[in-house]
């Protein structure tokens, strides 16, 4: 009897292991490969159940027999080894999705694409202009870039959300801050936004303090319109000229054109990479 009852735990806890692997590799590979800002509301209804699965809840050995308590205390180191070995594979899920997404794994060759076109009858040079803009968003024939393609975004990686880019519009007001730039720096890098911090030190170290908040007040507007818009200004690269032919950067762009020249330079290199980052969903 007492053999039948250490084969029954081994294998309870062989399915136990197992179970917490098998979920945590579910949810960390769809996490992994996909792009949709619809995991972050799957995510918050999976917390609350994975409570549940992963056997999370209050005891009291009060009261109990030698029996029960035996019983209850290897449901505990059941449940420790489910979640431990879900936690783990989580977090591998989610490297191999980000991989596997990063490398295309699952993405015809651009070759195999092309191929496609032609073989539907299509000119080779015409099929390699319709690969272009299909995998790319830039119009060949200009070389601008057009209007995202749900491949394009596949190939994102997902620093930022439309979402969060509108909540930093409300959280970099200059309004908050009473024209007090000590105040404003210090409230910016508690925001604990990493793109962030480089557009800060560069707004102190290259613009003049009375003009401080005038770049902020611009740098308010562009984070808000970028939240509320389809924008594609990581294109812009640090090229002033271009800045200040787009809209939704050209305001911004007459400011920095009245600083010195290698404050301007200073100034746009670090915004390109910042407008970049907030641009990747």
Same mark, same amino acid.
């Given at each position: 009897?007492?053999?039948?009852e250490k084969q029954l735990l081994r294998n309870i806890r062989n399915a136990t292991v197992l179970s /917490?692997? /098998?979920?945590g590799l579910l949810l960390g590979i769809i996490m992994g490969l $996909?792009? $949709?800002?619809?995991?972050k509301v799957i995510m918050g209804v999976l917390t609350a159940i994975l409570g549940t699965f992963? /056997?999370?809840?209050?005891r009291s050995f009060a009261g109990m027999d030698a029996e029960e308590y035996l019983k209850e205390k290897h449901n505990s180191l059941f449940t420790a080894l489910r979640a431990g070995w879900? @936690?783990?594979?989580?977090?591998? @899920?989610?490297? $191999? @999705?980000?991989w596997i997404r990063t490398n295309?794994?699952?993405?015809?060759?651009?070759?195999w694409s092309v191929k496609q076109w032609t073989d539907a009858g299509y000119d080779a040079d015409y099929a390699r202009k319709l690969?272009?803009?299909?995998?790319?968003?830039?119009?060949?024939?200009t070389g601008e870039l057009g209007q995202e393609t749900e491949l394009t975004k596949g190939a994102r990686s997902s620093l930022f959300s439309s979402k969060q880019a509108q909540e930093l519009c409300g959280s970099t007001d200059p309004d908050l801050w009473e024209n007090n730039w000590s105040m404003a720096k210090q409230g910016l890098l508690d925001l604990e936004i990493e793109a962030l911090v480089p557009v800060v030190n560069?707004?102190?170290?290259?613009v003049p303090e009375e003009k401080r908040f005038v770049f902020l007040g611009q740098l308010h507007e562009l984070i808000c319109r970028m939240g509320k818009e389809d924008t594609h200004l990581c294109s812009l690269g640090s090229d002033l000229s271009a800045w200040e032919k787009d809209e939704v950067t050209q305001a911004f762009a007459r400011e920095i054109s009245t600083l010195p020249a290698e404050n301007q330079r200073n100034l746009l290199v670090v915004m390109a990479e910042f407008v970049c980052k907030l641009e990747k969903k």
């Open positions: 009897m007492e053999k039948e /917490g692997i /098998g979920m $996909s792009v $949709s800002e619809v995991v992963l /056997g999370f809840d209050k879900f @936690g783990l594979a989580v977090v591998a @899920g989610i490297l $191999s @999705g980000m295309e794994v699952f993405t015809p060759t651009v070759k690969v272009t803009y299909q995998r790319f968003a830039i119009d060949p024939n560069a707004i102190e170290l290259n």
